[in-house]
Nanobody
Framework: VQLQAFGGGLVQAGGSLSVSCAVS???????MGWFRQAPGKEREFVAG????????NYADSVKGRFTISRDNAKNTLYLQMNSLKPEDTAIYYC???????????????????WGQGTLVTVSS
């Protein structure tokens, strides 16, 4: 199982950006999430989504601005980011739990598979 995140880039504060994560290999039934890591900081939870996608949760810092979704037929995870702020600048990582773990989690320790990350830079 491999995860590949893409879609990052440079955007001005107040703008929008969407990142995606393609899951290769066999189809998986598992919760997924987005995390981010800014320079000099620890990796932090951004958003999570259950399998097959009926429930989502968000970090307080992005609630109301970011939306996580998934297309199980395409094995793809998405993160739509609106009203971006300079403090959202980070490398964004997608992650997946092991098979048959349907609930999402805030903890990096609960995710078994990680993408390589995609850089999002928000200029002021």
């Amino acid at each position: 199982v491999q995860l590949q995140a893409f879609g990052g880039g440079l955007v001005q504060a107040g703008g929008s950006l969407s990142v995606s994560c393609a899951v290769s290999g066999r189809a998986r039934r598992a919760a997924m999430g987005w995390f981010r890591q800014a320079p000099g900081k620890e990796r932090e939870f951004v958003a999570g989504i259950t399998w097959p996608g009926g429930s989502t949760n968000y970090a307080d810092s992005v609630k109301g601005r970011f939306t996580i979704s998934r297309d199980n037929a395409k094995n793809t995870l998405y993160l739509q980011m609106n009203s971006l702020k300079p403090e959202d600048t980070a490398i964004y990582y997608c992650a997946a739990r092991r098979d048959d773990y349907y609930g999402s989690s805030y903890s990096t320790d609960d995710y078994d598979y990680w993408g390589q990350g995609t850089l999002v830079t928000v200029s002021s």
